[in-house]
């Protein structure tokens, strides 16, 4: 396993945001994982570091990136995968194994970890709808329990993880058996949709970054609120798809939530609508930087 120390983030997180983190570790395995879970006291736990915002003030606590973790199989219709598995991969490979499921992965940047974290989803799929079960360490008892799908709390961008308690270590899916070319068809289309409307993942960006409120979309409301006019010289309301937001080159994790709070405010002045953000804040957060996490997350401490 490596460890490294006084280590930049910025370079492994999609937004190309971060600053220094005192202690980072990349477990292989389960055991290392779990090793590591057991003994640290002040962590952070973190896939692919897409959909979420690293404080460019760093982190003074240790953060475990589990994108080492890449241990996956295919029996029949059961799919098996370690925590770091990335999305994209477990896609195209049960695509040519016949299986059908992943195909909206396969344009996210995010790990099996990540995903059903978030219950991510798209194109009318999301990861809960296949999962069977989830090994987790639970972090009161320290030891290792599974929970079958039902357990999980699953709704709309939401699992048990949220609370903290548990940390997830692999899962087990059940996949359904369709022809192979309309895997492939299925695949293209999400492929095409990200390239015409969402930023590539060559563009540093997080994802999505508000939740749609209900019956409604996140996107449509800031678009006709004239947020993709919202620019400046380090952050830009990517111009096809307004809850995307670029970082143009050099942008601080304080110039990406300034233009939050600026999306969230005129959605609000707009159509008195509160967006929820979906991007995920992490580090030791600047006094500027609590202000604004203040306004966007409604709450007053966010770890």
């Given at each position: 396993?490596?460890?490294?120390?006084?280590?930049?983030?910025?370079?492994?997180?999609?937004?190309?945001?971060?600053?220094?983190?005192?202690?980072?570790?990349?477990?292989?395995?389960?055991?290392?994982?779990?090793?590591?879970?057991?003994?640290?006291?002040?962590?952070?736990?973190?896939?692919?570091?897409?959909?979420?915002?690293?404080?460019?003030?760093?982190?003074?606590?240790?953060?475990?990136?589990?994108s080492e973790m890449k241990n996956f199989e295919i029996r029949g219709t059961k799919v098996y995968a370690d925590c770091g598995v990335k999305g994209p991969l477990l896609a195209q490979k049960t695509s040519e194994a016949?299986?059908?499921?992943?195909?909206?992965?396969?344009?996210?940047?995010?790990?099996?970890?990540?995903?059903?974290?978030?219950?991510?989803?798209?194109?009318?799929?999301?990861?809960?709808?296949?999962?069977?079960?989830?090994?987790?360490?639970?972090?009161?008892?320290?030891?290792?329990?599974?929970?079958?799908?039902?357990?999980?709390?699953?709704?709309?961008?939401?699992?048990?993880?949220?609370?903290?308690?548990?940390?997830?270590?692999?899962?087990?899916?059940?996949?359904?058996?369709?022809?192979?070319?309309?895997?492939?068809?299925?695949?293209?289309?999400?492929?095409?949709?990200?390239?015409?409307?969402?930023?590539?993942?060559?563009?540093?960006?997080?994802?999505?970054?508000?939740?749609?409120?209900?019956?409604?979309?996140?996107?449509?409301?800031?678009?006709?609120?004239?947020?993709?006019?919202?620019?400046?010289?380090?952050?830009?309301?990517?111009?096809?798809?307004?809850?995307?937001?670029?970082?143009?080159?050099?942008?601080?994790?304080?110039?990406?939530?300034?233009?939050?709070?600026?999306?969230?405010?005129?959605?609000?002045?707009?159509?008195?609508?509160?967006?929820?953000?979906?991007?995920?804040?992490?580090?030791?957060?600047?006094?500027?930087?609590?202000?604004?996490?203040?306004?966007?997350?409604?709450?007053?401490?966010?770890?």
């Open positions: 396993m490596q460890i490294k120390e006084n280590f930049e983030i910025k370079p492994l997180t999609t937004y190309k945001i971060g600053g220094i983190v005192k202690r980072v570790y990349f477990p292989e395995t389960q055991e290392e994982l779990t090793e590591l879970l057991r003994t640290l006291k002040n962590y952070i736990v973190l896939g692919s570091c897409s959909n979420v915002l690293f404080s460019s003030n760093g982190y003074k606590g240790d953060v475990i990136i589990t016949s299986l059908s499921g992943f195909e909206f992965m396969i344009g996210f940047p995010g790990s099996i970890g990540g995903d059903i974290f978030m219950n991510a989803g798209a194109h009318g799929q999301s990861i809960s709808d296949c999962l069977i079960s989830c090994c987790l360490f639970d972090k009161t008892k320290k030891e290792v329990v599974f929970k079958q799908k039902s357990e999980m709390e699953f709704s709309y961008r939401h699992s048990i993880l949220h609370d903290s308690k548990y940390i997830l270590l692999s899962a087990e899916f059940e996949l359904k058996k369709l022809p192979q070319e309309e895997i492939k068809a299925l695949i293209e289309r999400n492929l095409n949709f990200r390239k015409t409307i969402q930023p590539s993942l060559a563009t540093p960006n997080a994802g999505s970054v508000f939740k749609n409120p209900e019956n409604d979309s996140a996107g449509r409301l800031l678009d006709k609120a004239g947020a993709k006019a919202f620019e400046n010289d380090k952050v830009k309301v990517w111009d096809k798809h307004a809850n995307f937001l670029i970082n143009k080159g050099d942008a601080t994790s304080e110039d990406i939530l300034e233009m939050m709070v600026k999306m969230q405010k005129v959605v609000k002045d707009t159509y008195t609508i509160d967006l929820a953000p979906e991007i995920i804040f992490i580090g030791d957060k600047t006094k500027k930087e609590e202000e604004l996490c203040n306004i966007l997350y409604k709450i007053k401490t966010l770890k």
